[in-house]
């Protein structure tokens, strides 16, 4: 049962405009949610956050959106540069300590960013 | 900076063998994790840690083991190692206070297994 979802496994953009990738999820109690970025044989790098209390969380070219009734998430890049090409993870996360520390990650969505 | 190490970023091991990969990180994060990456898949968790000796099964163990001796050091152990555990293995680190939730990466480590 997959509980956060990214249907578009890629996603094609021109340099300069906007990026933007969507993330599903199924679970009511996820009240905290974050982006990665990963390039080819590397880890993945951390983005952007957002509580559930937040329905908008902006940091320089990114911005995430969080509609809670619609449990949907989405990941805005602009403007989108040629290096944001890689692929995009959502994870999201309920409760605090113990074994409620774990993340769910989706599928991940490949940006492409042509010049 | 948060630091996360592993051993290797390339293995290639047989059929049957015994594998260890190392994590080590700087941060003194009481929470550790190992993944696993497949095209197609995302990030899948095998195992967490969220205490030194605690762990917990994540969502594919099978085949796959774990060691947290000292808070710094996390192993996944691969008792024999098989052909459908070649793929990319990802550690990560990080804190439980609220707020401070985000996983921090290691580089990865490529294994083959013919």
């Known amino acids: 049962d997959q509980q956060v979802k990214q249907n578009s496994p890629s996603l094609s953009v021109q340099e300069g405009r906007i990026s933007i990738l969507n993330c599903d999820y199924t679970?009511?109690?996820?009240?905290?949610f974050l982006w990665y970025k990963k390039y080819p044989a590397e880890g993945p790098t951390f983005l952007i956050s957002?509580?559930?209390?937040?329905d908008k969380n902006e940091d320089g070219r990114f911005t995430v959106f969080l509609n809670k009734s619609a449990k949907h998430l989405s990941l805005h890049i602009v403007p989108s540069q040629p290096g944001d090409s890689a692929v995009y993870f959502c994870?999201?996360?309920?409760?605090?300590?113990?074994?409620?520390?774990?993340?769910?990650f989706g599928t991940g969505t490949l940006l492409a960013v042509q010049p | 900076d948060v630091k996360v190490t592993q051993s290797s970023r390339y293995l290639v091991k047989r059929t049957g063998e015994k594998v260890f990969l190392e994590c080590v990180q700087d941060?003194?994060?009481?929470?550790m994790f190992w993944y696993r990456q497949d095209p197609g898949l995302g990030l899948r968790l095998i195992y967490f840690?969220?205490?030194?000796?605690?762990?917990e099964k994540g969502d594919i163990p099978e085949g796959y083991s774990v060691s947290r001796e000292k808070k710094e050091r996390f192993s996944l152990i691969l008792e024999s190692a098989s052909t459908n555990q070649t793929s990319m293995y990802l550690c990560?680190?990080?804190?439980?206070?609220?707020?401070?939730?985000?996983?921090?990466f290691g580089p990865g480590t490529r294994l083959l297994v013919l």
């Open positions: 840690s969220y205490d030194v000796k605690m762990k």
């Open positions: 990560a680190s990080s804190l439980t206070q609220p707020g401070q939730e985000t996983q921090y």
């Open positions: 679970n009511s109690m996820f009240d905290y």
């Open positions: 994870a999201a996360k309920s409760g605090y300590g113990g074994a409620t520390n774990k993340l769910i």
């Open positions: 957002i509580s559930s209390i937040k």
């Open positions: 941060m003194d994060h009481e929470n």
